[in-house]
């Protein structure tokens, strides 16, 4: 199959890890037989200083016409100062917002040879596999109005959706059950929120859609409590834009290791935008230490959920599991010190490990 892949390596170890990620396509289309066309854009510091913007309307359009788009990372302590519009993060919700992406998935998967690096108990850890389906573009973030009032005495924010808000991003959340292990828990505050009780009605709702799948209505306190306490007890989970970025980072954080987490960001159709979760890291830019997984098995979810490469997408999961079962590891992982290895080398061993299954 031919497709085009749209790069946007960005600032700090961005362009490192975009590098290793598409290095690692390359090897999937030689392998599976597919035609991958590479086309490298500017975004974020550097197209700030190359063309004076964040994101470059030159880069808006390729990201428009292409079919999937991998992101490194963008920001650094050079553009920290700059007016709010000059600022490397604003080309990022600038492309987001251009693109009508809704959809945010965060899968957090424990790995047996990092469990010690998790903050939380092994034996509550381990085996750990689930996937964040986070609204992107409504709720209490977008809400209007959103202000202060009689002299800063009141203030106000507004939780607003809209019915086909909510209909496309539980939608998203039944798909992504269907392709794991069809368990989707529905996370709201419908005790409280008018907005939650639409949200659980819509799930009962699309659920008739999905026989195959298991739905569970989940509080989103008691959430917060499970995944720390139970991680383990989920497989999908599906919420709102703020209970979304709160739950999210909270599961970041079961893995103990920033450097390997992806993300995709979705719309409708199979266009999508993927990125490792962590930022530009400036602190270890240019050192060839940065880790290269989270960029690695964004590129997977690329596979996954753009081309619809299911096997492919396997493939490259499961070369990077092979590789850490080994121990390897970058400098980020607690692994044997005789088993670190920089970006490049760590690269290199996902793509021999492909290429070996
Ligand atoms: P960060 O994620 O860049 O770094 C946090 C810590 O984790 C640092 O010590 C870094 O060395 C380490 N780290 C991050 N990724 C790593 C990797 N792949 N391998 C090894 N170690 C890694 O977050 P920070 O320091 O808060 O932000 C740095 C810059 O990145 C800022 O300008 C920030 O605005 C930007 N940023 C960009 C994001 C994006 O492009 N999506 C997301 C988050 C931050
Ligand atoms: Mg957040």
Redesign the pocket.
Known sequence: MQKNIVLLP?D??GPA?TEAAASVLQQVADIFSHNFIFTSKMVGGAAIDTLGEPLPADTLQACKDTDAILLG????PKW?QQPPQLR??KG?LQLRKGLGLFANLRPVKTFPSLLASSPLKQEIVAGSDLLIVRELTGGLYFGLPSERRDNGQTVVDTLHYEKSEIERIVETGFQSAMLRDKRLASVDKANVLESSKLWREIVDEKSKDYPEVSVEHMLVDSTAMKLITNPTYFDVIVTENLFGDILSDEASVLTGS??LLPSASLREDQLGLY??V???????AGKD???PL?AILSAAMLLRYSFEMEREAIAVEAAVDDVLQSGYG???MQVNPERIVGTQEMTSLVIEQLTAA
């Open positions: 960005g700090g170890i890890v990372a963008v920001g650094g920290d490397p993060e990022l920033l450097g990125e490792p962590h930022g530009s890291a400036p602190d270890i230490i940065a880790n989270g970058t400098q980020d």
